[in-house]
C-alpha cells in the first residue's frame, strides 16, 4: 500500500519557534572572577570561597569593586539576601555592573518595574547587558519602539544577546534589518541566532532556486546549520541531515538524525527511520519510528502502520492510522481508508476518504471520487474530483478527463488531460496525443506522444512509431543482385520498444517489418509472442509464414485460434485449407464464418467459395 506523507516535507516547520529555554541577562561582572576550567571541582570550590572571603574584606573596607563582584558571586550562588546589601551598596556608589546585576536580582524576585529602574540607570551608564534586559522587558510588555531602542544599544556595543534579540524583534516585524544582527549574533557563537540565520538563508535559496544565487545561500545555510548542530543545536542537526540526504550522502545525514534524535528531536527519529527503512534495515527503522510516534509524531506513526500493513498485520496497522489521525496526522484517516478498502470494506473505507477529504487531502478527495464512481455515483464523484484536482491532484485532473471523455465532453476531457500532462501524468499525455491526432495537429501529438513515450508507455511508443511509419518515404528499389542494406529507422525502434514491452500490435508490426527484410526467424519469434499473447493478427501472421515454410498443418492451428478470435481471412483461409483437402462440409463451415465476419472483400470470396462447395457437395 502507497502511504501518503511527503518525506521531503517533514523538514519545514513553519515560523521560528522560540526555545523553550530564553536566554536572560545574568550577573554582569567586574575585575578578575573566575574559575580555571582546568582544575578538578574541589581546587575550583575552594578558589572560589578564598576568593570569596577576599572579596568580603575588601568590601568591607569600602572597595566599591569588591562590592559589585561579591554580589555578583553571592547572585550567582544563589544567595540573593546575602548579594542584595552589597549590590545596592556598590550601585549606591555608582556601579554599573551592580545597578545592572541588582535589577536582575529584584526581576528573579517578581520585582519587574524596580529591576527595570535599576536596568535603565545602568544602560544609561554604558551597560550593554541592562541595555538588553531593559529591551527585553519593555518588549514583554509590548512597547517595541522602546524596547527596541535599548537593544539596538546593547548590539550597537557589540552584545551578542542584545544583537540576537534585536534581531529576533526585527524578524517579528518583518524588517529586513533582522538579518544583520542574525548574524552578528551567530558569528560571535550564539547557537540559536546560527540556527536561525541558517533558516533564513535556506528559505531564501528555495525562493531564488531558479537563479544562480540559490545554491550560493544553501552552502552558506549549511555551513551554520553545521556550525549549530555541533553546539548541540538539535533542530540544526535535523535540517542538516534533510540537506545531507537530499545531496545522497546518507552516511553523514544519519549521523546528524542520530545525533538529534538522541538529544530528543521527533522528527529526526522520523527521518532516520525512513533513512534506514531505504538501506533495507526495517527492524531499526521501526525502533526509531515507534520512539518518534510515542512522542506524537503522526509521519512516523503512518510510516509504522504502512509497516504492519505490508506485513499482513492490518489489526496493528489499523492501531498506528488511528494514532496518527489522533497526532493531528490527516494522512492516517486517509490511510485508514486505503486499508478498509483492500480488505472490501467499502462503507468504512468511504467514511476515512470523507473525514481525510474534508480536512484538505487532495488524495483521499480523489480516492472517495473513484470509489463513488465504481459504485456509480458520477454525479457524487464529479465535485471530488474537481476539488482534488483544484488542490493539485494530477491523478484527479486524469480521472477528469476521463469522466468528461465518456460523456463524450472532448473540449472539457481534453483540458484535464493537457493538464495532468502538464503535471508529468504519462497517461495524460497519451491521451493529449490521440486527441492531437484525430484533430490534425501532428506536431503536437508527436510532442506529447515522445514525452509519454519516453516516460514508459507501451501504446504511445506504438502510436508514435505508426506517426513516424506513416511519413516515412517508400523504400528505394534495388538494382538486380544488389544486396539491400537495412539501417534500422526511428520508427522501428519504437515499434521495439513498444513490443519489448508487452504491446500486442507493435509485436505484429516488429515481425512484418522483419519478414519484408527477409528475416523469417525474427518475424516468427515476434508473430508467435502476440499470437500466444492473444493477437489475432499475429496468429494469422503466424500461420501466413509456417504455411510459406511448407508446414501448413501447425498453421492452420494458428488460423484457427485467429477465427475463433474473429478473423475473417483466417476463417477464409481454413475454408480453403479444408477445400483441397477434400473435407467439403468443414470447408463449408468455415466460408460460411468468414462471409459472417468480413471484411466485405474477404466475405465476397468467401460467399463464392462457399457456393461452389455447396454445388459440389449437392452433385
Same mark, same amino acid.
Given at each position: 500500500?502507497?502511504?501518503?506523507?511527503?518525506?521531503?516535507?517533514?523538514?519545514?516547520?513553519?515560523?521560528?519557534?522560540?526555545?523553550?529555554?530564553?536566554?536572560?541577562?545574568?550577573?554582569?561582572?567586574?575585575?578578575?572572577?573566575?574559575?580555571?576550567?582546568?582544575?578538578?571541582?574541589?581546587?575550583?570550590?575552594?578558589?572560589?570561597?578564598?576568593?570569596?572571603?577576599?572579596?568580603?574584606?575588601?568590601?568591607?573596607?569600602?572597595?566599591?569593586?569588591?562590592?559589585?563582584?561579591?554580589?555578583?558571586?553571592?547572585?550567582?550562588?544563589?544567595?540573593?539576601?546575602?548579594?542584595?546589601?552589597?549590590?545596592?551598596?556598590?550601585?549606591?556608589?555608582?556601579?554599573?555592573?551592580?545597578?545592572?546585576?541588582?535589577?536582575?536580582?529584584?526581576?528573579?524576585?517578581?520585582?519587574?518595574?524596580?529591576?527595570?529602574?535599576?536596568?535603565?540607570?545602568?544602560?544609561?551608564?554604558?551597560?550593554?547587558?541592562?541595555?538588553?534586559?531593559?529591551?527585553?522587558?519593555?518588549?514583554?510588555?509590548?512597547?517595541?519602539?522602546?524596547?527596541?531602542?535599548?537593544?539596538?544599544?546593547?548590539?550597537?556595543?557589540?552584545?551578542?544577546?542584545?544583537?540576537?534579540?534585536?534581531?529576533?524583534?526585527?524578524?517579528?516585524?518583518?524588517?529586513?534589518?533582522?538579518?544583520?544582527?542574525?548574524?552578528?549574533?551567530?558569528?560571535?557563537?550564539?547557537?540559536?541566532?546560527?540556527?536561525?540565520?541558517?533558516?533564513?538563508?535556506?528559505?531564501?535559496?528555495?525562493?531564488?532556486?531558479?537563479?544562480?544565487?540559490?545554491?550560493?545561500?544553501?552552502?552558506?545555510?549549511?555551513?551554520?546549520?553545521?556550525?549549530?548542530?555541533?553546539?548541540?543545536?538539535?533542530? =540544526? $542537526?535535523?535540517? %542538516? /541531515? *534533510?540537506?545531507?540526504?537530499? &545531496?545522497?550522502?546518507? !552516511?553523514?545525514?544519519? +549521523? #546528524? @538524525?542520530?545525533?538529534?534524535?538522541?538529544?530528543?528531536?521527533?522528527?529526526?527519529?522520523?527521518?532516520?527511520?525512513?533513512?534506514?527503512?531505504?538501506?533495507?534495515?526495517?527492524?531499526?527503522?521501526?525502533?526509531?519510528?515507534?520512539?518518534?510516534?510515542?512522542?506524537?509524531?503522526?509521519? =512516523? $506513526?503512518?510510516? %509504522? /502502520? *504502512?509497516?504492519?500493513?505490508? &506485513?499482513?498485520?492490518? !489489526?496493528?496497522?489499523? +492501531? #498506528? @492510522?488511528?494514532?496518527?489521525?489522533?497526532?493531528?496526522?490527516?494522512?492516517?484517516?486517509?490511510?485508514?481508508?486505503?486499508?478498509?478498502?483492500?480488505?472490501?470494506?467499502?462503507?468504512?473505507?468511504?467514511?476515512?476518504?470523507?473525514?481525510?477529504?474534508?480536512?484538505?487531502?487532495?488524495? =483521499? $478527495?480523489?480516492? %472517495?471520487?473513484?470509489?463513488?464512481?465504481?459504485?456509480?455515483?458520477?454525479?457524487?464523484?464529479?465535485? #471530488?474530483?474537481?476539488?482534488?484536482?483544484?488542490?493539485?491532484?494530477?491523478?484527479?485532473?486524469?480521472?477528469?478527463?476521463?469522466?468528461?471523455?465518456?460523456?463524450?465532453?472532448?473540449?472539457?476531457?481534453?483540458?484535464?488531460?493537457?493538464?495532468?500532462?502538464?503535471?508529468?501524468?504519462?497517461e495524460a499525455a497519451l491521451q493529449v496525443g490521440i486527441a492531437r491526432l484525430r484533430a490534425g495537429d501532428e506536431g503536437e501529438a508527436e510532442r506529447h506522444l515522445r514525452w509519454a513515450a519516453?516516460?514508459?508507455?507501451?501504446?504511445?511508443?506504438?502510436?508514435?512509431?505508426?506517426?513516424?511509419?506513416?511519413?516515412?518515404?517508400?523504400?528505394?528499389?534495388?538494382?538486380?543482385?544488389?544486396?539491400?542494406?537495412?539501417?534500422?529507422?526511428?520508427?522501428?525502434?519504437?515499434?521495439?520498444?513498444?513490443?519489448?514491452?508487452?504491446?500486442?500490435?507493435?509485436?505484429?508490426?516488429?515481425?512484418?517489418?522483419a519478414a519484408a527484410r527477409g528475416d523469417v526467424v525474427e518475424a516468427a519469434r515476434w508473430y508467435r509472442t502476440a499470437a500466444e499473447a492473444g493477437s489475432r493478427n499475429g496468429a494469422f501472421?503466424?500461420?501466413?509464414?509456417?504455411?510459406?515454410?511448407?508446414?501448413e498443418p501447425e498453421a492452420a492451428l494458428w488460423w484457427t485460434r485467429a477465427a475463433d478470435a474473429g478473423h475473417g481471412r483466417a476463417a477464409l483461409r481454413l475454408a480453403l485449407v479444408y477445400?483441397?483437402?477434400?473435407?467439403?462440409?468443414?470447408?463449408?463451415?468455415?466460408?460460411?464464418?468468414?462471409?459472417?465476419?468480413?471484411?466485405?472483400?474477404?466475405?465476397?470470396?468467401?460467399?463464392?467459395?462457399?457456393?461452389?462447395?455447396?454445388?459440389?457437395?449437392?452433385?
Open positions: 500500500m502507497n502511504v501518503m506523507g511527503d518525506k521531503a516535507t517533514l523538514f519545514e516547520t513553519g515560523r521560528f519557534v522560540r526555545a523553550s529555554d530564553p536566554e536572560e541577562s545574568g550577573p554582569e561582572e567586574t575585575g578578575s572572577y573566575g574559575r580555571d576550567e582546568t582544575r578538578d571541582e574541589s581546587g575550583a570550590a575552594a578558589d572560589e570561597v578564598a576568593e570569596l572571603a577576599r572579596r568580603r574584606l575588601a568590601a568591607e573596607s569600602g572597595d566599591v569593586e569588591a562590592m559589585s563582584v561579591l554580589g555578583a558571586m553571592l547572585l550567582r550562588r544563589g544567595d540573593p539576601d546575602g548579594a542584595e546589601p552589597h549590590l545596592r551598596a556598590a550601585t549606591a556608589a555608582g556601579d554599573r555592573a551592580a545597578a545592572n546585576n541588582l535589577g536582575v536580582l529584584l526581576h528573579q524576585r517578581g520585582y519587574a518595574d524596580e529591576a527595570a529602574g535599576w536596568w535603565r540607570i545602568a544602560a544609561v551608564a554604558g551597560s550593554a547587558p541592562a541595555a538588553h534586559a531593559l529591551g527585553r522587558h519593555h518588549r514583554e510588555r509590548g512597547d517595541e519602539p522602546a524596547a527596541e531602542y535599548w537593544l539596538r544599544q546593547s548590539a550597537e556595543q557589540g552584545h551578542v544577546l542584545g544583537a540576537y534579540a534585536l534581531a529576533d524583534l526585527l524578524e517579528h516585524r518583518g524588517d529586513a534589518g533582522a538579518e544583520r544582527w542574525m548574524r552578528a549574533a551567530a558569528e560571535r557563537g550564539h547557537r540559536e541566532a546560527e540556527y536561525r540565520l541558517a533558516r533564513a538563508l535556506d528559505r531564501r535559496a528555495a525562493r531564488e532556486s531558479a537563479g544562480g544565487k540559490g545554491a550560493g545561500l544553501m552552502a552558506e545555510a549549511e555551513q551554520w546549520y553545521r556550525q549549530a548542530a555541533a553546539r548541540g543545536h538539535r533542530r =540544526a $542537526a535535523l535540517h %542538516l /541531515g *534533510a540537506i545531507l540526504e537530499r &545531496r545522497g550522502d546518507l !552516511q553523514e545525514a544519519g +549521523r #546528524w @538524525y542520530l545525533t538529534s534524535a538522541k538529544d530528543g528531536e521527533t522528527r529526526a527519529a522520523c527521518a532516520l527511520g525512513f533513512l534506514l527503512r531505504d538501506a533495507g534495515d526495517t527492524e531499526s527503522a521501526a525502533v526509531w519510528w515507534l520512539r518518534a510516534a510515542q512522542d506524537g509524531d503522526g509521519n =512516523a $506513526a503512518n510510516a %509504522l /502502520g *504502512a509497516l504492519h500493513a505490508e &506485513r499482513g498485520e492490518t !489489526q496493528t496497522a489499523e +492501531r #498506528w @492510522y488511528r494514532a496518527a489521525m489522533d497526532a493531528g496526522d490527516v494522512n492516517g484517516a486517509y490511510n485508514l481508508g486505503l486499508l478498509c478498502a483492500e480488505q472490501g470494506r467499502t462503507a468504512q473505507a468511504e467514511q476515512w476518504y470523507r473525514r481525510a477529504a474534508y480536512a484538505g487531502h487532495r488524495e =483521499a $478527495a480523489n480516492a %472517495l471520487a473513484v470509489l463513488l464512481l465504481q459504485v456509480g455515483d458520477t454525479g457524487g464523484a464529479e465535485p #471530488w474530483f474537481s476539488k482534488a484536482a483544484e488542490a493539485g491532484s494530477v491523478d484527479a485532473a486524469f480521472n477528469l478527463g476521463i469522466l468528461y471523455a465518456g460523456r463524450e465532453l472532448e473540449p472539457e476531457a481534453l483540458r484535464w488531460y493537457e493538464r495532468a500532462a502538464a503535471a508529468g501524468h504519462t519516453g516516460s514508459g508507455s507501451a501504446e504511445a511508443a506504438y502510436r508514435l512509431a505508426a506517426l513516424l511509419d506513416a511519413r516515412r518515404p517508400p523504400a528505394p528499389a534495388h538494382e538486380l543482385g544488389e544486396p539491400a542494406v537495412h539501417e534500422k529507422t526511428e520508427c522501428e525502434e519504437w515499434y521495439e520498444r513498444a513490443a519489448s514491452q508487452g504491446h500486442r500490435r507493435a509485436q505484429v508490426r516488429v515481425g512484418m517489418l501472421n503466424l500461420g501466413l509464414l509456417l504455411a510459406r515454410e511448407g508446414s477445400a483441397r483437402r477434400g473435407e467439403l462440409t468443414e470447408g463449408q463451415r468455415w466460408a460460411d464464418r468468414a462471409v459472417e465476419l468480413g471484411p466485405a472483400a474477404v466475405a465476397e470470396r468467401a460467399a463464392r467459395l462457399r457456393d461452389a462447395l455447396r454445388e459440389e457437395l449437392s452433385a
